[in-house]
């Protein structure tokens, strides 16, 4: 049951990232990988709330807890996207954008995953 929500939930990341990224182009440009960017600090604020907050929850099932961290942060978050982007970025020359988008991409997602724990352990009761 476990590896079935882990699949489910992950296709629902998956699913996720590609209508966020979709959206960050349609608002916000092409000028970086914005796309990319908000699912890292998203899906690090929610790695970071549910790890808090669901460890003390006795609503949540564990196999659903295993299938929103594993599976749907895992599908929407995009590392590997981060490291290409930022590598085609270096290639094109610009050494700027590259820098911003490692430097904002590591340290905001650290900011997001320390902010979701804050707030999961609020809600903890």
Known sequence: MQILLIGIFGGLGCISRYLVT????????RFMPYGTLLVNTGG??????????????????ASVRLGLMVGFTGGFTTFSTFS????????????????A???????????????GMLLGRQFQG
Request: hydrophobic share 55%.
């Open 44 to 61: 690090s604020f929610l790695l970071g709330f549910l790890n808090a907050f669901s460890l003390h929850a006795s609503f949540l099932p």
């Open 84 to 99: 290409y982007e930022t590598l085609k970025l270096i290639e094109e020359g610009n050494l700027v954008q590259a820098g």
């Open 22 to 29: 979709g959206w960050s182009f349609e608002f916000l440009g």
């Open 101 to 115: 988008n490692i430097f904002l991409n590591i340290v905001l997602c650290l900011i997001f995953v320390a902010t």
